[in-house]
């Protein structure tokens, strides 16, 4: 089907998904354009068979013409349907798809911001506008928005998601071959909104090791440009200083044992029960979520004590402190709970709370 790609003037398809997206566009362009052709054609037909070939007095009846049946009729409009609902299921499966990443992702945490994207790495490692992913491997990107709506659009990828501020959403592709691709914002968010552009660079497996142990800032003369070799601290080492900074730690512990709120070990990934009924589980949009809008689906058990973080974190500090919680994920199979001697928090008195003074920054 690379001639109807190439007629349509659609870019290569360079993920997994790709093919079968486009496989979907083109049975709606054809059966379309089959349905137009024939409308047309039994439009003409009828114009040369039944065509008045005298003018008729103004009293003359016109004689009655064929009647379909009333089950053609039903059947015609139940199939139409039929197609517009299988369109629809298949579109919605793709999309059940993109957002529900295979269990061994490599994560990459975006932030969106007028009119730049921003790529961090469990490694600690930050990139600019570009993102450098492993091919044949899926990759995960949790995304957010640091001031108005944008678009996440890889063209090559078919992979368009919406980037909202003050929520993470996840979408996962997985790079077919290495090679630079366009990224693009499809929603408008400004008056430079045509100039965010990024791109994607897929690296073969030696080389996106080698990307992680040298420097992958984002380029000389970029004030917020961070180096990728070893030793710039990990997210999660990050996410433990955020954590007392904030004063996470006052509430919630990461040995297991009670308190305030929740404990932080084992919680990522595992089902949350919820004070209003049902149950969730805490991924990096609940966590996110729950640091934002923390009333919004309160954990069964715990008080609404909790204030809101929203303004007060940078999406970075959100970043660091999911992998924080996932990097605690997998509690010690003896008892009682106990961190390894590398896992050791310093608990200072939290600051008060104030907005974010960064969080304006360009």
């Keep these: 089907m690379d001639f109807l790609r190439k007629l349509l003037f659609l870019p290569e398809q360079a993920s997994t998904i790709a093919k079968e997206i486009d496989w979907l566009h083109y049975s709606v362009i054809l059966i379309t354009f089959a349905g137009v052709f024939l409308i047309t054609g039994v439009s003409a037909v009828f114009c040369i068979l039944y065509r008045s070939r005298r003018p008729r007095r103004p009293d003359e009846r016109r004689p009655p013409g064929p009647t379909p049946p009333l089950w053609a009729e039903i059947g015609l409009i139940a199939g139409l349907f039929a197609l517009f609902v299988a369109w629809w299921g298949v579109g919605f499966w793709q999309y059940v798809r993109l957002t529900e990443p295979p269990s061994d992702t490599y994560d990459v945490y975006v932030s969106a911001k007028q009119w730049m994207w921003k790529f961090a790495y469990p490694s600690g490692s930050h990139t600019i506008n570009t993102l450098y992913v492993p091919e044949q491997r899926p990759v995960k990107l949790l995304m957010t928005s640091r001031d108005v709506i944008h678009s996440f659009f ?209």
């Design 154 to 362: 890889v063209p090559e990828f078919r992979l368009k998601f919406d980037v909202v501020p003050g929520r993470y959403h996840s979408v996962w592709f997985t790079a077919t071959k290495p090679g630079a691709y366009k990224i693009l914002c499809a929603e408008y968010c400004g008056t430079d909104h045509s100039r965010m552009r990024g791109e994607v660079v897929a690296l073969t497996a030696s080389d996106f090791d080698r990307f992680l142990e040298q420097d992958g800032g984002g380029g000389p003369g970029d004030p917020e440009s961070m180096s990728a070799n070893a030793s710039e601290p990990s997210l999660s080492l990050r996410g433990q200083t955020a954590a007392a900074k904030y004063g996470c730690l006052r509430c919630h512990s990461v040995d297991g044992s009670p308190h305030i709120g929740p404990t932080f070990l084992g919680l990522f990934n595992a089902r949350v029960p919820l004070e209003h009924g049902g149950e969730i589980v805490a991924d990096a949009a609940y966590l996110t979520e729950s640091m934002m809008d923390p009333q919004l689906k309160l954990h069964r058990g715990y008080g609404p004590v909790m204030p809101s973080y929203l303004g007060y974190l940078q999406p970075g500090e959100v970043s660091a402190l999911v992998e924080m919680i996932k990097s605690l994920r997998h509690p010690p199979a003896s008892a009682p709970l106990q961190l390894p001697a590398n896992r050791t928090f310093p608990i200072p008195d939290a600051p008060p709370l104030r907005p974010n003074a960064q969080e304006s920054s360009p």
